[in-house]
């Protein structure tokens, strides 16, 4: 995991911000297939994902359409609602228009 | 740490997303007081946090003047610039707007 190599703004984040429920079997397969699927949704831009007590996923994206796109994907409609069910505890999703970055790589 | 409790939209977040160097003393407590310091700034709504490989840290704000204010806080600017010189090898800083939440808490 490293840091998303995303064009210039302005463009769309989505923060999903989440508190796991304790080992549940299935957990990592569905995570693994949702960021695979995610890849090829059209308008896709990439991720960066950590987990330390709470977990932050944060994927980039074109534009509203393409997150609506992959919101109603039929697999990941799946995986939301085990997500409510099962994997999580408490999770918040925040759709967000990214005016400005910066930053530097070595 | 937790999800944060903020607000409806709209809000600002601050994507802030690192690779560190190797061990350098004095990060934690450089991350802690950056925390503190940020908890104290007017227009400061909460912060998420965590590290795995890749660091994010998104901290959320009323609105751009308060992002603003924490950007210049003195104290701030040092970290900054250390943070250029010594803890991290890349990092990317991501201002965006907020425009919808949604989630569930237990």
Redesign the interface.
């Known amino acids: ?4 190599a ?1 064009p210039c ?1 302005p463009y769309y ?1 989505v ?1 999903f ?3 796991r429920n304790e080992e549940e079997p299935g957990y990592g397969a569905m995570a693994d297939r949702m960021v695979e699927l995610a890849a090829q949704q059209p308008g896709y831009l990439g991720h ?9 996923t ?1 994927s980039y994206w074109e534009n509203l359409d393409a997150i609506l796109g992959w919101k109603v994907q039929t697999e990941h409609l799946f995986a939301q609602q085990a997500g ?1 069910d099962r994997w999580y ?18």
Do not use: D, K
């Open positions: 995991m490293s840091i998303a995303t703004p984040a923060i911000t989440s508190l960066e994902s950590a987990r330390e007590g709470v977990g932050i944060v409510r505890s408490a999770y918040q999703v925040r759709v967000c228009l990214v005016e400005r970055a910066y930053g530097f790589f070595i």
